[in-house]
């Protein structure tokens, strides 16, 4: 599949002119099999050992005829919007990668906020859906997939993988959950105000994730947790979560100290859940 020249030449200026966070490596590329795949990929062959153990290496595709969500599901990537994956070191392994996921969610939302997005009173703000979803208005506008890979020295790397709707989104039907895309969303309110480019999100979005892992590294979870409480979507509502063949339902009461989704169930115990499908309301019923 070959992108339009006016999609290839977009993706190739951006690239050239963009500002990155120090020690960071862009590889661009206008059409991939997923952008994780590259990531792990160029892991695998050694091409990032310069990047250990503080740096990262950030993949960007305009196109992917191959991508997934969580639980490999397949995840639409056409092109006008942001499909990047940003290959962490995670020196303390793979038990604190999981955490690298929240740093992206809170890194999305506030690069949204820069952009306008839930800036404006009445307007929707940028919410975080437990585990790896940002929404607008309700709907999911990106979501992350955090996945643990080893280099060829066999050191742990997390390969934080992030798609954000910008021009398209996936109809009715074809998601687990209702989408929506920034094309969608006046920014700052301001109807007719242009929409932003892959690129325009890209470059905040890896600023803010830069500062996030520094804070991460230096201060540990705790406030990063606490940032991604502030975007919370559905505390102290009911919740229904899918956890395979089970359905438990209950309150969704906030985050365990390791990111984990504590919830109390409609008999009154509390349960700790690691991952599952959460439906907070009637309309996100799949």
């Known amino acids: ?16 002119t963009m500002a990155m966070p120090e020690g960071w490596r862009l590889e661009a590329r206008v059409v991939v099999d997923s952008t994780q795949a590259v990531a792990r990929a160029e892991l695998e062959a050694g091409r990032a050992a310069d990047l250990w153990s503080d740096r990262a290496l950030v993949v960007w595709g305009g196109e992917q005829t191959g991508g997934r969500g969580r639980q490999g599901r397949p995840w639409a990537s056409p ?13 303390d392994g793979p038990r604190r990668g999981v955490e690298i996921g929240f740093l992206g969610g809170v890194a999305l939302a506030r690069a949204l906020g820069d952009l306008g997005f839930g800036a404006v009173g009445g307007l929707p703000e940028p919410r975080l859906k437990w ?6 208005d309700g709907a999911k506008v990106a979501g992350l997939l955090p996945e643990s890979a080893s280099d060829a020295a066999g050191r ?20 687990l959950y209702p989408a929506t895309k920034l094309a969608a969303h006046a920014p700052g ?4 105000a242009p929409v932003p480019t892959p ?43 899918r956890l395979g063949a089970e359905t438990v339902t209950g309150v969704f009461e ?6 984990a989704l504590m ?24």
């Open 1 to 16: 599949m070959t992108a339009p020249a006016d999609d290839r030449a977009a993706l190739l200026a951006g690239a050239a």
């Open 79 to 91: 092109p006008g919007n942001l499909y990047v994956t940003v290959a962490l070191p995670c020196p």
């Open 131 to 136: 585990p790896n979803d940002v929404l607008l």
């Open 156 to 175: 742990c790397w997390v390969l934080l993988g992030m798609g954000v709707n910008v021009a398209t989104a996936p109809p009715m039907g074809e998601t």
């Open 189 to 192: 309110g301001l109807p007719g």
């Open 199 to 241: 690129a325009d999100l890209l470059m905040p979005l890896l600023a803010r994730l830069a500062a996030l892992v520094a804070q991460w590294r230096a201060a540990g979870f705790a406030p990063v947790r606490a940032a991604w409480l502030r975007h919370g979507h559905g505390l102290g509502e009911a919740v229904r979560v």
């Open 254 to 259: 906030g985050l365990s100290a390791a990111g």
């Open 263 to 286: 919830l109390r169930e409609d008999g009154g115990a509390r349960r700790t859940i690691l991952a599952g499908d959460v439906f907070f309301a009637a309309r996100e019923d799949g």
